[in-house]
Each structure stands twice: as C-alpha cells, then as structure tokens.
C-alpha cells in the first residue's frame, strides 16, 4: 500500500539519534512555553502544569501478520490538556515514533488549537512500525487492533485522531469502522480525515497548504511586498509542499525552486510546477527524474523573497541562518528552524511565521469537519475556504499583535496567543 506523504521523512535516522532529538524537541518546546507563561504572568505551577501531558497511555497491539505469525506492535496516545475541551490531534505510523515525540507534537498541537481559537486541547498518537514494509490487510489489523487499544480514552467527546505521517484517509476509515463497532453506534465525529463518503469534509486533503497560503498572503502585506511575481521556495515536495507549490503558482508567483528526500531542483527564471506535479511520485519524489540538481541546504541559501520550509525539522540552524537571503520564512514543516537561528533571523528583520500558526489549517479544517459530523449538515468546498480564511486571518494578526505588542520574535508571540487559553481555563476549573 502507498500512503501520500512529504518526500523527505522517508529517511530513516538512527534510533539513537532519533530519540535524541525528539527529547531535543520536547525540551525546547517546554522553554519556550515557559517563557510564553512568564510572559503572560501565569504562575510557575501554571507551567509545570502545561509543560507535560496530562495524560499518556503506551499500548501493546498483537497483530497477525500475513504469514501466520503474530507481531506486537507498540503504540502511543498522548493527551495534553483537557480543560477547555476534547484533545485533537493525528496518529502517525513510522518506525522512529517514540514517546518523547508524540508527548511534544501533542503540546504544539494545544498551541496550534489555541491559536486558532478552537475548543480543543492538544492529542497526538504513534505507533512504531513501517507500513511501506506491510500489505494493505496488515496496515488494516494494526489500525483495529490500536483503536481497541485506546478505545477507552478517545471519542468524539475525549479526543479526536487524525491522519499524520504514513497515515490516510483510508486507515482513517478503518479506525472509524472499529470504533462504530466496539460502540455500536455510527461515530463519524470520532475521528477526522476520512473518505467524504464517510463523513470526511472537502476541502480537508488540501488545508495544510491552504493555511500555508493565507500565512504568505498575511506576510507580504506585512513586509510590502506584492505575492504575484514574489520568488518562492518551497524546500519539500510532499503533500504540504507540492500542494503549496501549485497554490503559489496559480496565484502569480514565481516558484524557483522544490526539493525533495534526493536534492533540489533551482531556476531563477522559475520553475515548470504543472510539469513537476505530473510527474512526482506517490510519495513526493521528483528531482530523481533530473541530472542538475543541488543539495537541500544549497536550496535554502538561494536568493529568494518567500523561504517554506515544508520538509523536516532543523533545517535553518546557527550556522546558515545568517545566509539564508529570503525577507519572509514560513515554516510548513515541523520545527524547521532552530531557536538560535529563530533569534538569529528575527535581528536581521526576517520575518518568520512559525509552524504552530503556518501549519494550523490541517486542524481547522478537522475542527470543520467534526463540526459537520455532529450536526449532520455538510459545507462545500468553498465555505470550507472561506471559514479557513477567516480563522487563520484572524489568527495570524493576533500573534502579530502580540508580537508587536511585547517587543518578542513571532515564535514566542505565537506560543503565548496559544498556550493563553489552556492556561486560563485551567485556572478556571481550579487546578493551578
């Protein structure tokens, strides 16, 4: 089974150097969300409270392989902060999970919810496997057998998965289809990313580039600068990137250069992105298909106005990111830029949209999607947009504000707009 997903996290890294830098990611996360409570003159049990998840379950799942024999699988779902409502997030299937990255991605996606205002604290789940090594039926019993798993702390009332790395609409739809049936009810609202046929919402294969989109539109505005003729590029091919890639070009851009998992492909002149699209593969991959290729790190130091990273994590650090030529950097990927070179770009007057905010329509649209399985009422595609447009206008002002406000980079600003909410509600409910 082939499962969509960006290009350059088919590498697999040592497990060691993995886990290292998971624990590298939780930590700074729980930095910056300390300065972000300081800030917002929350007490240090505020943070101590919000630093960790609230809750984290670790699960065994034996699955009957297509040869006879039983493979155990280990799973993970962690759940941030409840207070101000049901936690949210995706499920990913890759052989480098371990817990100490499902616990982070779970607290962005709290900040990701409070950014964009919406009535859910953080989720994020894992289980540690290689779906490019399974057949589409062991995919499909590993999927049952971790929602039997966790059935007892999720629902369309508890949280709420999603799709993420190696994950799709399909196992999306198996998930659901188990948790209908240990309920026996129907329990679209249980999860999001499914099939349309299913309850899926249009609009949701294409939200993380949309979101991306409203970012760069918000920015230029801010820095002067017009979007049609604007040089763009786009360090990842995956859906994210190839998505965005083609956004940007229908709106008169000129993207100069992609890249992908094998290189990078750059032409100041611009690039044939139509060309490009028809041509990649299932799992992003394109610059395979030509000879004059760069690095990626070449890529990223290339004269542009509009730098996305939409590919994996620390790819602008200390040592490039004084090269790096862009006046605008919106992160689509995972923690792209260090928090040295995040300070490093905000002296120079780059200005960064950090991936908690450029990254948000991918929950929005899951938080539209939930809303149109409750109440049974569907949206076209175009009012789908027109909500998305909204929130994330509104969302990126607001860090902006903050930003401005506070004298702070927009990282900082962003992790303060979205840990204010969880933060308050649980002072509310009594427990800080």
């Known amino acids: 089974m082939k499962v969509s997903v960006p290009a350059d996290r088919n590498q697999i890294q040592n497990p060691d150097q993995k886990q290292s830098e998971s624990m590298d990611l939780l ?25 960790e998840p609230l809750r ?22 962690s759940q941030h ?16 999970v371990n817990e100490a990255e499902v ?20 989720g994020k789940g894992g289980i540690i496997c290689d779906p490019r090594k399974m057949s589409f039926g062991e995919l499909e019993r590993l999927s049952r057998g971790y929602v039997r798993a966790i059935s007892q702390i999720v629902g369309p009332t508890k949280d709420i998965p999603a799709p993420d790395v190696y994950t799709n609409s399909q196992i999306m739809a198996w998930m659901m ?19 349309v046929v299913l309850g899926g919402s249009q609009g949701r294969e294409t939200a993380t580039a949309r979101g991306v989109t409203i970012c760069i539109e918000e920015a230029v505005k ?19 990137g190839s998505f965005l890639a083609k956004f940007m070009h229908d709106s008169g851009a000129q993207v100069i250069g992609i890249s992908d ?32 290729i760069i690095t990626n790190q070449e890529l990223l130091e290339k004269e542009c106005d509009i730098l996305v990273p939409a590919a994996i994590s620390n790819q602008i650090t200390a040592q490039n990111a004084e090269h790096i030529k862009a006046s605008i950097v919106v992160e689509a990927a995972n923690g792209p830029t260090t928090l040295e070179a995040t300070k490093i770009l905000d002296r120079r007057g780059v200005l960064l949209v950090p991936d908690i905010l450029a990254s948000a ?37 607001d860090i902006y504000q903050m930003s401005q406000k506070h004298q702070v980079d927009m990282r900082l600003a962003a992790y303060m707009v979205g840990i204010r909410k969880h933060a308050e509600a649980s002072h509310y409910r009594g427990w800080v």
Not at 27 to 51: N, R
Not at 56 to 77: A, E, L, Q
């Open 261 to 292: 998992a094998h290189g990078a492909l750059y032409d100041p002149e611009g690039l044939d992105i139509e060309y490009l699209l028809d041509r990649r593969d299932s799992f992003g991959t394109v610059t395979n298909l030509f000879s004059d």
């Open 222 to 240: 801010k820095k002067g600068i017009k979007l049609q003729g604007a040089r763009i590029i786009v360090q990842g091919f995956g859906n994210a």
């Open 81 to 96: 902060n409840d207070a101000v409502g049901p936690t949210k997030g995706g499920v990913r299937f890759h052989p480098e």
């Open 103 to 122: 616990k982070a991605l779970s607290i962005w996606m709290s900040l990701k919810c409070g950014i964009t205002n919406l009535p859910y604290g953080g």
């Open 177 to 195: 289809d188990e948790y209908s049936r240990i309920r026996e009810f129907d329990s679209p609202g249980f999860i999001t990313g499914k099939p």
């Open 361 to 397: 329509g991918g929950v929005t649209v899951s938080y539209f999607e939930w809303v149109q399985n409750n109440q049974g009422y569907y949206w076209s595609e175009e009012e789908v947009t027109t909500k998305l447009r909204k929130v994330m206008v509104d969302s990126f002002d």
């Open 56 to 77: 984290m379950i670790t699960v065994r799942i034996p699955v009957r392989m297509d040869n006879g024999s039983i493979k155990i699988f280990t799973g993970y779902r």
């Open 27 to 51: 930590t700074s996360t729980q930095s910056i969300i300390k300065d972000a409570v300081q800030k917002l003159g929350f007490t240090d049990e505020m943070y101590e409270l919000l630093k």
